[in-house]
């Protein structure tokens, strides 16, 4: 079996299939380190998401705020979407902690557009909220970024 590298989706691609695509396989190959470190160090500062669960809903301590297992996390192209459960005498929901991958938007490269895709996805939202569309529960903008 002829070497071949791991990519993003979980498959893998040898040489000879790599140079048949049109894209930047050498790139591609080191997002599953990214993505697995990244989501060692989300999970690490499971902690601090849930402290600022707590503070955007106003939660006492006795109430419950859980960050759901990796498992359960929901990955896109560019974002990670980490359940929180959240129990209170007032409040019950699953929510999702939403959080950018640096290595997917190139920050290493271009410093800032982390900073820029959060930027235009607030505005986007407070749009959408003046369409009565959307609920938002908090903005954690910067805190997100902090984590990163």
Known sequence: ?????EL???KHITYELALKKDV????EATYPRARRRLFQKLWDQRATIQALVRHHLR???QDACIVKAESQ???GSFNVC??????SASFNKNLIFRCPMPH???EAKHPGTIDE???CEVGAYVWMLSMRIVRSLGGAIQAVRQLL
């Open 8 to 10: 993003d989706n979980g």
């Open 117 to 119: 895709k959060l930027s």
């Open 59 to 61: 939660l006492r301590d």
């Open 73 to 75: 996390w929901i990955r």
């Open 82 to 87: 980490i359940p929180v459960e959240v129990r």
């Open 104 to 106: 997917k938007l190139a």
């Open 1 to 5: 079996m002829p070497a071949a590298l």
């Open 24 to 27: 930047n396989i050498i790139n």
